[in-house]
């Protein structure tokens, strides 16, 4: 029987509003409605959740009952370094008031990991980067990107730190790009508590192979959580797991296996028109049959096929395990 | 002198929200301020205006005495049809009360469009399209969507409609995706009173010739407006004019120039992080620049390089006209 | 049982050059040879073969025997109008003797699609397009591009010609870049014998869905033929078909089968360095698998679903089918 | 006066093959053909020769005979670790046996080096990577990667190997993919006569700002040559230095001037229908234009509105400088 723990971003359980439909693709959620909605879901274990919260009056006890009575825990919090006040970066804002403001923001996010006893402070800086060509002195930008993580994973060495890089949106070119790019950056921080949040959709996109990406961060010692969704490579599309890239989805876990990494499975969808749970479930339902065809792939001859990199040989065994695992 | 006429989107002047800055990229702005924002541009003569106003309140003619005071007339009127209750489409949704409810809200626009003596309704049907593989029946989508644009144009045979394309966004897939696509809907639909707002970006972001693009919609009649800005070729990021792609940028100016095409050289921009005044005056000025070159340019030995596909006397011909004209 | 007929580009069966490993990825292979290779694929019908042979003293008797021998008939004839002396285009040529070159050497392909009682002559003009900004005047090269095949289908109105759009490569940019441009194109030159032979490859990193690109070319009556590959959507790599993109695949299929089109699903791989049976093996058995799957597809459970764009019902009945019919 | 040293890779001047026009773009040339066409170029001063020579009875005095008489130096030689035998990989070849091979070759590569005074050896090794998903472990791949390098860069102490990256082709992943990658492996292998040559258009197509990558290696002390083009990015087409992204291009150049980088300002360009001569001197035009522009430049001004993210201002100082400097 699995043992595989699931989770989502809470942002999954929202509505979502875009540059067009500004008003929404629905009604808004609270909190508290998401987590309702996340308890819902057949298999899910853990949340990531936002703060500060939407709602300012909402307390982390009626957040901590809410997540009880649905039979979740919470995995990471992910600070709002991305809103309109860090429109021009969060660690790298030619502000250093602003910067100061996303430092205070992830040590308030800190002390609510601490709280929910989770495992990550999520960074995200979206807004970190540049849009136009001659807009940056790039020497610098990369200095402060690295320098306000670092400064965050010293201010609280009894936590961890997860980067999730991306390589672009809502900046046109986000500082922390790529697996390799964010590694490079971890290195010099020089620190053990900063790690990476492997995103498979962000790898896709980016032009990455997901699987190798994951090799290259546990090779690093640094693949601290990842999360999966598709995309059809041009762009985030945050579509449902497995619904366009089976195959690489499918290496992905598969190298996660091989490495016995044994983190959680979570998910990062952004189910625009779809109804959420149905969303998750169906995802998560994908993620079982790749677990169960790992349990039945032949990892040796896998191996010896990589071994003399025959393509046929190993698309047949990945082609066996995952389309009789239904 | 100049007697080329500017033109802009006057969402150029909102501030903009998206699905991470959800509290948007500055405070709202009504149109009226818009309209006074718009004003203080230093070459602006018409603007495109989205109907139904945000504030059901406003009245035409607050609108038209802001427009008269600013010396800006309309151009066309652009309906919302991909607010959160077109989610699943306007001419295409599954619900037959929601496309009624596009073609009303058309209608309207139509009569707001009389109202302001503009030249066309802009049917920009961002969330006519697909999300996933299999979601849709490919044969209806594209029927309902011809359907859809040929009702408003028999509705209103003394109007002009004209559609924006787009390949994808806010949809994963628009339906009205590429020049070509839109020209064979147009022809099958048949009637004198549809045509193209060619989108310079929309169309690089595209894969095509902008320039390509322009002279197949005019070799159809069609080409019924346009409206420039830039990109990373991989997504519609509304960058300014001309500021990463000056040369298809000169090279789409030229085809209409060559072609004798006079309308309004209009901007659509989104200037999320940049003063949106500054913007437009950034991108009018090398619109400028360009319209210098032309004149400058040698348009008889640049057709007889191009009669013999000659890449470096077109280039050359090319840089010496823009890049003397600053 | 299957009467699903399967075919292949010869050139399958070739080994291939590129601009780095000029020596090739292997020793060059004759067309006789590459014969009694397809002949040894377990279930191969049909080929399209190049035409002028590489070998000039090569008989048209000596390739109907080894085609005998192998079983195997001839569906297309692919003339090579993309060679050297085509390298500014084959209709497109600023050469009015090599456009005449371009012309002879199609209608020489015709009297070859004759003797084998093939199906079409098959045109890919990847020479027919532009690479720079400003190169060529794109209206008269479009019209050479519809003159070109016109004349063709002219000369030979007892024969179909089938164009295989493609978006780019060798030139940065082919004139016939997609399948709407490609339908444009030939309802302009108005000859019931002009089709398209849509390559899902091409569809696929064009930007478009493969299964709305069939279902429209099927609408306009003019899906004359097709083949299959993989890519990861940014290049025509002309990988194993179903490797990377099997429901997409799928979707191609499922709608070939929705509109009852009964030709034969034929192979366009490059296996550069892969055995080129293995190569064609492997992906006969996973289209043998979509063929199975669409005999247990619940074909009017998917219509309804798609009739209110149910993504997460079509992903589970697509799912359900194939995922159980390895 | 101008004292930047221009050079171009061999390569430029022969004629080219690809899998289509088999029979390549023009007769061959042999290589001193290219170099003394190289000498027709208006201000070349050094060239990256490919080894082995075609012709393996052509000597190193023939050669240096038709560089002396053409003024030209060698810079680099690039020894050709992506020929046939080289198809599954020069350092990651699954066979010891061809891993040994290309160690020789590179040795071989040094030798000449050596004889001829030049720079570096370069090393692009395209054929290493993978196809398909599943095809390798990628723990592996990148270990042999990184050993293979290491073990010439020990070997040769007193020579510096430069590593061109690239995202892909041939491979359909090249494991040298990013300037982040390379820089990541670079640390790894730990010697100091490694780094980097990079290719303006490898970094545009691999989606970086070049600048940025220029940046990251300058501040890594491992900037140690490059070389120019253009492309559409979305693949390596080796397009004339500025005729398509002459801004970028112009912003490249202004972070090598920045940080003081003294080295040559190489062309890596295929003109596969163009004049090579005509072709170079376009680019190099360009490029003296780009010299002339950051004589003009404020670089103070440029800074200050860097530091404040200025995106508008940035681009009017960028644009007078480049625009007035025809």
């Given at each position: 029987m699995s043992t595989q723990k699931f989770g989502a971003g809470?942002?999954?359980?929202a509505t979502f509003v875009d540059r067009y439909a500004t008003d929404g693709y629905g009604p808004p959620r609270s909190l508290i409605e998401m987590i309702d909605l996340a308890g819902t879901v057949d298999d899910l274990s853990v949340v990531d959740i936002n703060y500060p919260?939407?709602?300012?009056?909402?307390?982390l006890d009626a957040v901590s009952a809410a997540l009880t009575r649905n039979n979740l825990s919470v995995i990471g919090i992910t600070p709002e370094i991305y809103t309109r006040q860090f429109a021009?970066?969060?660690?790298?804002?030619?502000?250093p008031g602003i910067r100061r403001l996303a430092n205070e923001m992830c040590n308030d996010a800190a002390r609510v990991v601490r709280h929910f006893g989770a495992d990550y402070v999520k960074?995200?800086?979206?807004?970190d980067g540049w849009d136009y060509?001659?807009?940056?002195?790039h020497r610098k930008l990369w200095q402060a990107s690295m320098d306000g993580v670092g400064e965050l994973a010293s201010q609280n060495p009894d936590l961890k730190f997860v980067i999730e890089y991306?390589?672009?949106?809502?900046?046109?070119?986000?500082?922390?790009?790529s697996v390799a790019r964010t590694l490079l950056g971890i290195e010099k921080i020089g620190l053990p508590n900063v790690g990476i949040l492997l995103d498979f959709g962000h790898s896709l996109y980016g032009g990455e192979s997901p699987a190798d990406a994951a090799q290259l961060a546990i090779d690093h010692g640094r693949l601290f959580g990842m999360d999966v969704n598709d995309n059809?490579?041009?762009?985030?599309?945050?579509?449902?797991?497995?619904?366009?890239?089976p195959i690489e989805l499918f290496e992905f876990f598969y190298t996660l296996r091989k490495n016995k990494w044994e983190g959680v499975w979570q998910l990062d969808q952004f189910p625009f028109r779809e109804d959420s749970v149905q969303a998750a479930n169906a995802a998560i339902d994908f993620l079982k049959m790749c677990e169960r065809a790992l349990d039945k792939l032949d990892f040796d001859a896998m191996q010896a096929a990589q071994d003399r990199q025959d393509a046929v040989a190993t698309m047949r065994l990945a082609r066996e395990a995952l389309f009789t695992s239904y």
């Amino acid at each position: 029987m699995s043992t595989q723990k699931f989770g989502a971003g809470i942002w999954h359980f929202a509505t979502f509003v875009d540059r067009y439909a500004t008003d929404g693709y629905g009604p808004p959620r609270s909190l508290i409605e998401m987590i309702d909605l996340a308890g819902t879901v057949d298999d899910l274990s853990v949340v990531d959740i936002n703060y500060p919260f939407v709602d300012p009056d909402l307390s982390l006890d009626a957040v901590s009952a809410a997540l009880t009575r649905n039979n979740l825990s919470v995995i990471g919090i992910t600070p709002e370094i991305y809103t309109r006040q860090f429109a021009k970066g969060a660690f790298t804002n030619p502000d250093p008031g602003i910067r100061r403001l996303a430092n205070e923001m992830c040590n308030d996010a800190a002390r609510v990991v601490r709280h929910f006893g989770a495992d990550y402070v999520k960074l995200w800086p979206g807004q970190d980067g540049w849009d136009y060509p001659f807009q940056v002195d790039h020497r610098k930008l990369w200095q402060a990107s690295m320098d306000g993580v670092g400064e965050l994973a010293s201010q609280n060495p009894d936590l961890k730190f997860v980067i999730e890089y991306k390589p672009r949106e809502p900046r046109v070119h986000m500082s922390y790009d790529s697996v390799a790019r964010t590694l490079l950056g971890i290195e010099k921080i020089g620190l053990p508590n900063v790690g990476i949040l492997l995103d498979f959709g962000h790898s896709l996109y980016g032009g990455e192979s997901p699987a190798d990406a994951a090799q290259l961060a546990i090779d690093h010692g640094r693949l601290f959580g990842m999360d999966v969704n598709d995309n059809l490579r041009g762009w985030d599309d945050d579509l449902i797991a497995g619904s366009v890239h089976p195959i690489e989805l499918f290496e992905f876990f598969y190298t996660l296996r091989k490495n016995k990494w044994e983190g959680v499975w979570q998910l990062d969808q952004f189910p625009f028109r779809e109804d959420s749970v149905q969303a998750a479930n169906a995802a998560i339902d994908f993620l079982k049959m790749c677990e169960r065809a790992l349990d039945k792939l032949d990892f040796d001859a896998m191996q010896a096929a990589q071994d003399r990199q025959d393509a046929v040989a190993t698309m047949r065994l990945a082609r066996e395990a995952l389309f009789t695992s239904y």
